[in-house]
């Protein structure tokens, strides 16, 4: 049974940091995109960042939504099945539930309906 478990949410002052990491489970992610969505309340759901495995041992690419670049940083350790989302210099706009999914693809994907497995979130909440 495919599992993702997200974790390290919690309360930060703006400007603040948080490491959000994503436990997968249930088989071998490698060759899976995996990425971080976030949904505040009364919005839609958006894309924040995702990674591809290149086809290269353990070389991925990553791509990021415009508004989080310098930001965040997305990695991956394929021998833990995890994805982390580095949060730095956080704003009260990026206050959401955070999400990590998996699909089986190898293509950077930014749309959350092409994700298949979903973890139940995180919530990350920045006061100013």
């Known amino acids: 049974q495919v599992q993702l478990v997200e974790s390290g949410g919690g309360l930060v002052q703006a400007g603040g940091s948080l490491n959000l990491s994503c436990a997968a489970s249930?088989?071998?992610?490698?060759?899976?995109?995996m990425g971080w969505f976030r949904q505040a309340p009364g919005k839609e759901r958006e894309f924040v960042a995702t990674?591809?495995?290149?086809?290269?041992?353990?070389?991925?690419?990553?791509d990021y939504a415009d508004f989080v670049k310098g930001r965040f940083t997305i990695s991956r350790d394929s021998a833990k099945n995890t994805v982390d989302l580095q949060l730095n210099t956080l704003k009260a706009e990026d206050t959401a539930v955070y999400y990590c999914a998996a699909a089986a693809s190898s293509r950077i994907i930014r749309t959350w309906f092409e994700y298949e497995y979903w973890g139940q979130g995180t919530q990350v909440t920045v006061s100013s």
């Open positions: 990674t591809r495995w290149s086809g290269y041992r353990t070389t991925y690419y990553a």
């Open positions: 249930g088989r071998t992610f490698n060759s899976y995109s």
